[in-house]
């Protein structure tokens, strides 16, 4: 089989109908130029050039094969290209866990950052829990994820990415609604909307240790996993919610968010974490445009 320098001197040739500039434009000399031209044509097992003291042209074989050949330099130097590119994290592809909290505000900004940093690579999304996410990563089926704390596993890298005031929500047309702020102790005794010890165990625990720390004993209404549903359900006026400031761009109609005066200790955080031995290079800008 022929080789990819052989094609570059036959390219060369052919162009220059010059054995002479053909040699100097590829920076060599013209013996070893004639020997690959002559090694190009014994594995084709065809004439090229009709060569003469004076003159050199394509014989109808060579023209036939010039077209062929400068499309495969083509390919070739497009292959080292896309190769340079995913090494360098600018190409290829990356998947990307999130939470559906994280789409209300952090991940869209990530998201146009990432694009416009390193359009060549295809940025693959999987919406799911962080518990389904860090089973994910280990699989090693995405290569990185927006989780929630905790995940204790040595064998991840993370940075927090968001730390975010919760917020009270409730319907319009309750009497806290009308308050520039309000004080935790405002929910003892009060209907809640409360999380899923089961699908969000993080906000969950997160409730229990902010009602723990302010000695107020709230009345759990209901246990749901998502945010927007838990917005829905305050607007119905089933109760009132606790929930992170990004939650505001859901701009429910019906629902108005109002901070905690004095401000709560507690903050939800999210995280960008993958596998410390994922060697896409790719999340390396993922990360960096976290920060």
């Known amino acids: 089989m022929f080789e990819l320098s052989q094609l570059r001197c036959f390219v060369a040739v052919a162009e220059e109908m010059h054995f002479g500039r ?44 010039l077209p062929e050949a400068r499309r495969l330099l083509r390919l070739a130097d497009a292959a080292a290209l896309a190769a340079r590119r995913t090494a360098l994290g ?8 999130f939470t559906a909290a994280s789409g209300y505000d952090f991940l869209p900004r990530l998201i146009t950052a990432f694009r416009a940093e390193a359009p060549g690579v295809d940025l693959v999304l999987k919406e799911m829990v962080s518990a389904d996410q860090v089973e994910e990563l280990i699989a ?65 625990d997160l409730l229990a240790g902010i009602f723990a720390t302010a000695g107020v004993t709230p009345v759990h209404v209901q246990h749901i996993s998502q945010i927007h549903s838990i917005l829905g359900l305050v607007r119905a006026g089933l109760g009132l919610a606790l929930v992170p400031r990004a939650a ?44």
């Open 90 to 97: 600018e190409a290829g592809s990356l998947t990307l866990g």
């Open 140 to 204: 090693g089926r995405i290569d990185a994820g927006l989780v929630r704390p905790p995940f204790s596993r040595r064998e991840f890298q993370s940075l927090c990415v968001v730390r975010e005031e919760m917020m009270l929500a409730l319907p319009s047309a309750h009497p806290l609604a009308e308050a520039a702020a309000v004080a935790i102790s405002d929910l003892d005794r009060q209907p809640v909307i409360a999380y899923s010890p089961y699908e969000a165990r993080y906000f969950y």
């Open 248 to 291: 505001a761009n859901l701009r429910f109609k019906g629902v108005v968010l109002r901070g905690f005066a004095p401000a709560l200790v507690h903050r939800a955080e999210l995280h960008l974490a993958w596998r410390r031995d994922n060697s896409n290079p790719a999340i390396a800008i993922l990360a960096r445009l976290a920060k």
């Open 22 to 65: 053909a040699a100097q434009r590829l920076n060599m000399t013209q013996p070893p130029l004639s020997r690959q031209i002559q090694l190009l044509e014994h594995i084709l097992e065809v004439q090229l050039f009709e060569r003469s003291s004076r003159s050199v042209r394509l014989t109808r074989a060579g023209a036939g094969f």
